[in-house]
């Protein structure tokens, strides 16, 4: 089985703020630093991080060789990244003092992937293979289409949300990663009132959600009746995330954590939840994520049989009958679903607590530390 990230590259230039800058507004930076990063790169660096193989597929100009000296750092196949005298995207990061942050993002190479490019990655793709995609680059619907008819396993995660989400077809698609406003869009809305979703749309679906207009579990029961098959987690931030498949719904509290900076939060929680998933699903495919990794994990933990801080935190309110869903009971600490809620929501916790993207991914051994240092009594509470 091989895990292929097939997006964006990036350099990160990001700019410390008191307050993202209001339209006409002029503000001074207190600091500047230049980071890799781009969804696929992020959500790449944390497979592997997980302990994952990963294949890293996209395009840079020769501005971006820093970026394959770094993912080769990592351990991370970059075979499948090709190389052009073009421009690397680039993505301008405000993050104000608050860790919150607004970007603002150059597509570069990211966009320039030819017919032959796609193919000369396609042709690597085999029945079991997992590829993973973002919509930083062109051609996503189509490429999704054709990685399906391979035999892949298809991992979406829809940023931007822009009118080119309208033409995927999420039947093809097996896991879906999405914020409120990409849940609400692809829920609610549908071909062309979904490709006409961009600036003030985008704002006007933004500002309902603060008026409580998109109720989470409204979004996971509509794209539940329409998908059956597709296993949705909907990320809410500093609230925590929904697991929703399987005729399963689970509900993870986000851990408590300081924020320094939220870029590459939900790319961190990608990684981390996919690569459990496929750990589990395939416990004897890769050396990086089997029993060793397990043990290392138990030792971490100690004997805190039960004691799952990212997800006992569960919803099972008489709402959840109204969506369809079934909360799931209790289960082992083992099983794939508990693990990745939990491993996945600990990575994040750790990732804003850091300046940038991919630097801010934290190792499986850092994960299992933090996991460790909590207990049942230092849960929130049971709801949303």
Do not use: W
């Amino acid at each position: 089985m091989k895990v292929i990230s097939f997006g964006s590259l990036n350099l990160d230039i990001t700019h410390r703020v008191p307050h993202i800058a209001l339209p006409g507004e002029t503000l001074t930076s207190t600091h500047r630093a230049v980071f890799p990063g781009g969804k696929g790169l992020n959500q790449a660096v944390a497979l592997r991080r997980a302990g994952m193989d990963v294949y890293m597929a996209g395009k840079v100009g020769r501005d971006g060789l820093p970026l394959i000296e770094y993912l080769n750092a990592e351990g991370i196949d970059t075979s499948l990244v090709r190389i052009t005298d073009g421009v690397t995207g680039y993505a301008m990061i405000q993050v104000d003092d608050a860790g919150e942050n607004s970007i603002l993002l150059y597509p570069g190479e990211n966009r320039n992937l030819t017919s032959q490019e796609i193919d000369d990655v396609l042709t690597n793709v085999s029945a079991g293979d997992v590829v993973v995609f973002q919509n930083e680059i062109n051609d996503v619907p189509s490429t999704i289409d054709r990685a399906k008819l391979r035999g892949a396993t298809v991992v979406l995660n829809p940023s931007p949300c822009d009118a080119a989400i309208s033409e995927v077809k999420l039947e093809n698609v097996d896991y879906l990663f999405v914020n409120e406003l990409e849940g609400a869009a692809l829920a609610k809305l549908e071909g062309a009132a979904l490709a006409e979703l961009e600036g003030a749309a985008l704002a006007k679906l933004e500002g309902a959600a603060s008026a409580g207009a998109r109720d989470p579990k409204e979004i996971l029961a509509n794209l539940r009746e329409r998908y059956p098959h597709l296993h949705v987690i909907l990320t809410l931030g500093a609230r925590g995330a929904y697991y929703c498949g399987d005729s399963t719904l689970e509900f993870a509290k986000a851990l408590p954590t300081s924020v320094v900076d939220s870029t590459g939060a939900g790319d961190t929680f990608l990684g981390y939840f996919m690569a459990e998933i496929l750990t589990q699903a395939n416990p004897h495919e890769n050396s990086q994520t089997g029993s060793q990794m397990d043990t290392q994990t138990n030792a971490q933990m100690g004997s805190q049989t039960g004691a799952n801080p990212a997800v006992d935190a569960r919803a099972s309110s008489p709402a959840d009958a109204q969506v369809g869903l079934q909360a799931s009971p209790q289960v082992s600490l083992q099983t794939s679903l508990d693990r990745a809620l939990q491993f996945a929501s600990a990575a994040a916790a750790i990732a804003v607590s850091r300046s940038g993207a991919a630097q801010s991914i934290p190792t499986r051994a850092e994960v299992s530390r933090f996991v460790g240092r909590f207990d049942t009594a230092d849960l929130p509470g049971h709801n949303p």
